[in-house]
């Protein structure tokens, strides 16, 4: 019985090896998979790619396939899907400090405020803060922009009582921090991956079905004592975040 024939070539010496099991046998969209990624470094950020059927005749291969191999990469952030338009090359991945601390170069950084109330905290942000539930917070809900691509949505609540003026004084372009006249002394922040909710993913203009990276930060100052908690959702298929330990 001759040998099966070969649909893709491929290297053992990059990362097309990823992911393929021991037996060493590749799974058809996987080995698509990896043609597709040639592609979209041959095509560049923004081109459109090829139709479904048109990848059908190039790689001879199914729908099925096809389209396996495509969401896999639209859920890894390299493709983006318009609805009625087709499917993008996306750019790279916007790498965020896990505490950012100011601009990143080569990217203009936005915020887009929503909401901004004056409530009670209630009960789990009272424990948070070191209040009573009845204390007065602050909330203000911004959509995060990296350019004109909203990449995120943070949530903040603020202690009434370190900024009573806040709703007179609030200016959407200045930075928080700046307004309050007050720098955290330190902070504890958690990560973990999400999905969003229906409401999170319009505002973000995302898939619902897409991770999300959430991260919850409360901050403190010289005092000890707790002012502020941030709740922060971020694009997973358009973030990543590092982070420096030791010197």
Request: charged fraction near 25%; proline fraction near 9%; include cysteine.
């Amino acid at each position: 019985m001759p040998a099966p024939s070969r649909l893709f070539r491929l290297s053992a010496d990059g990362p097309v090896l990823d992911g393929i099991p021991e037996h060493g046998r590749v799974p058809r969209y996987y080995a698509v998979k990896v043609e597709l990624l040639a592609v979209i470094a041959e095509l560049g950020e923004g081109a459109v790619l090829p139709t479904e059927r048109e990848l059908c005749e190039r790689f001879e291969v199914s729908r099925a396939t096809v389209r396996q191999a495509v969401a896999e990469l639209v859920l890894e952030g390299r493709l983006s899907r318009r609805q009625g338009s087709g499917t993008y090359i996306a750019g790279p991945k916007l790498v965020q400090p896990l505490a950012p601390t100011g601009r990143r170069p080569g990217i203009r950084p936005g915020r887009t405020a929503i909401t901004l109330e004056r409530r009670p905290a209630g009960r789990a942000l009272a424990a948070d803060l070191r209040v009573t539930s009845d204390a007065e917070v602050f909330h203000l809900e911004r959509v995060l922009l990296a350019g004109d691509e909203r990449v995120g949505l943070e949530s903040t609540y603020l202690l009434a009582s370190r900024c009573p003026d806040l709703l007179e004084v609030f200016v959407p372009e200045q930075p928080l921090n700046e307004q309050l006249g007050v720098e955290p002394a330190g902070a504890e922040e958690r990560v973990e991956t999400v999905l969003a909710t229906p409401r999170e993913a319009l505002l973000i203009g995302t898939n619902p079905a897409l991770p999300m990276l959430l991260t919850h930060r409360i901050s403190w100052g010289p005092d000890g004592v707790p002012f502020e908690r941030v709740r922060s959702l971020y694009r997973g298929d358009r973030l990543s975040f590092t982070t420096r330990l030791g010197g």
